[in-house]
């Protein structure tokens, strides 16, 4: 089985451009979690949907962030306008269960540069 | 404030030694507890998902307790391999909350 699939693997942008990372999660699994990872702060969850309805979205750091999630096999991470301190790797994850009850499964990230 | 620590931040052993890493968290009405793995540059590895109500998960090499009266999960990876080496990382959820906390991580280096 396919896991998480995650594009871009890399990115590279100048500061002021729009950025839109991709996901599509593992078929049935239908909760979806973007993360980010930086050595200063570690993982922190931006975004959850559940049945592809966003349930929280109180960690995403800005209105220059939004995410969407059109159906059960795609979702979309955007920032506009990028900043260098937008730099950090973006993690997409899906689980079978709501929440946090079952057993994430994460995909291989995006590494995302601004300059 | 709901807290995940892992202590040490990094470890050396030679190979074939048992690895026994630490998870500590602050309130013990946890709904379950993850093990990853992380490699650099890479996504995270699920290697072990214990819930509140287990008291220990096995998957071959790997061993991960929990015990939730002193806030503590270790995972132990029995006669470690160089490719046993990566971060680990431990993620709690706490049943107030439906997402996972994260731990800062454990590197491991496995000497050959």
């Known amino acids: 089985d396919a896991g998480v699939i995650q594009s871009p693997r890399h990115e590279v942008t100048e500061m002021g451009q729009e950025v839109t990372l991709r996901c599509k999660p593992i078929?049935?699994?239908?909760?979806l979690f973007w993360y980010r990872q930086t050595m200063m702060r570690g993982l922190e969850l931006l975004i959850y949907?559940?049945?592809?309805?966003?349930?929280?979205d109180s960690g995403m750091p800005e209105d220059r962030f939004s995410a969407k999630m059109p159906n059960a096999s795609f979702s979309t991470l955007k920032i506009q306008p990028s900043e260098p301190r937008d730099s950090a790797v973006y993690f997409c994850?899906?689980?079978?269960?709501?929440?946090?009850?079952?057993?994430?499964?994460f995909g291989p990230g995006t590494r995302l540069t601004v300059l | 404030k709901q807290e995940v620590t892992q202590i040490p931040a990094a470890l050396s052993v030679p190979e074939g030694e048992n690895l026994v890493l630490n998870c500590s968290f602050t309130d013990s009405a946890i709904y379950n507890l993850q093990w990853f793995r992380q490699d650099p540059g890479k996504g995270l590895t699920s290697l072990l998902l214990i819930q509140s109500s287990q008291r220990e998960q096995t998957s071959g090499r790997l061993n991960a307790s929990l015990d939730k009266s002193s806030g503590r999960s270790t995972l132990y990876i029995a006669a470690s391999q160089p490719g046993d080496s990566a971060t680990y990382l431990c993620a709690v959820s706490f049943s107030n909350d439906y997402k996972l906390s994260f731990g800062a991580g454990t590197t491991v280096t496995v000497r050959a």
């Open positions: 994850a899906s689980s079978l269960q709501a929440g946090a009850k079952g057993e994430q499964f």
């Open positions: 949907f559940n049945n592809n309805v966003p349930i929280d």
């Open positions: 078929s049935g699994h239908n909760s």
